[in-house]
């Protein structure tokens, strides 16, 4: 079962036209990698399926259900996560407040003056367990601004999977870190993703062929081609267009 589709899903930016009719189909517990060249579009495929932005034409489709324009928030509050190219954290806020900011959001919690939220012990040992998860407890008490840019990457994509969703979608996630902080997200990926669906923009080819079951490729807001990592890795046209000689 598809838990997400796109159908001739089109976007433009005034005169200039983006996405020509993408047909995307993500299963159930796949983890989908979405891969192409610069301006291939696929942050705004991203931006058009979880609501930043509208599509000029085409439809979005999760579990069956057609959400094709809900915002951001109505998309968490039915299960999908996202994670973005740059770093969304909050600032000025600890690592232990930003993870229970995404779990409150999950539970439906709001702030208000007849509620103290430092007291909501099951909230606050849930973002302790998200923490040691993530290896981050010993920076629980540390602003995300002053986190290593490896853990501030970490704290980001374990806030979009503290709301528990069913899909989460993550944008270059990798981008800017060492190969060291690369191999420790990846294998946080891999821990707190388990069981759910992920699809991820991606430049690292190494990140693309380890983690996903199966690899779309865009190019000039089309599909090129879409199959297994390793039909991919020997499709003519994707290196020509893409991949070139790269032994990945």
Do not use: C, W
């Amino acid at each position: 079962m598809n838990i997400l589709e796109t159908r001739n899903l089109q976007h433009s930016f005034g005169p200039l036209k983006v996405l020509f009719g993408v047909d995307l189909q993500i299963a159930q517990g796949e983890r989908h990698a979405v891969i192409g060249p610069n301006g291939a579009g696929k942050t705004t495929l991203f931006n058009t399926i979880t609501g930043t932005y509208r599509p000029t034409a085409g439809e979005v489709f999760f579990n069956g259900k057609n959400i094709t324009g809900f915002p951001p928030y109505r998309l968490a509050r039915i299960g999908v996560g996202r994670s973005f190219q740059i770093t969304s954290t909050f600032a000025n806020l600890t690592a232990f407040q930003n993870i229970r900011l995404a779990i409150l959001a999950k539970d439906g919690i709001r702030f208000n003056l007849f509620r103290k939220v430092d007291q909501m012990k099951k909230i606050s040992q849930e973002t302790d367990e998200m923490l040691q998860r993530i290896n981050l407890y010993e920076d629980r008490h540390t602003k995300a601004s002053a986190l290593s840019y490896g853990k501030s990457r970490a704290l980001e994509i374990s806030m979009a999977l503290a709301t528990d969703p069913e899909l989460v979608l993550l944008d270059e996630f990798a981008a800017g870190m060492s190969k060291e902080e690369t191999q420790d997200a990846v294998a946080l990926i891999r821990r707190l993703t388990e069981g759910k669906t992920v699809v991820l923009i991606e430049h690292d080819m190494d990140v693309v062929f380890s983690l996903a079951d199966r690899i779309t490729v865009l190019h000039y807001g089309k599909i090129l081609a879409t199959g297994k990592p390793e039909d991919i890795r020997n499709n003519q046209d994707v290196k020509d267009a893409y991949l070139g000689d790269l032994e990945v």
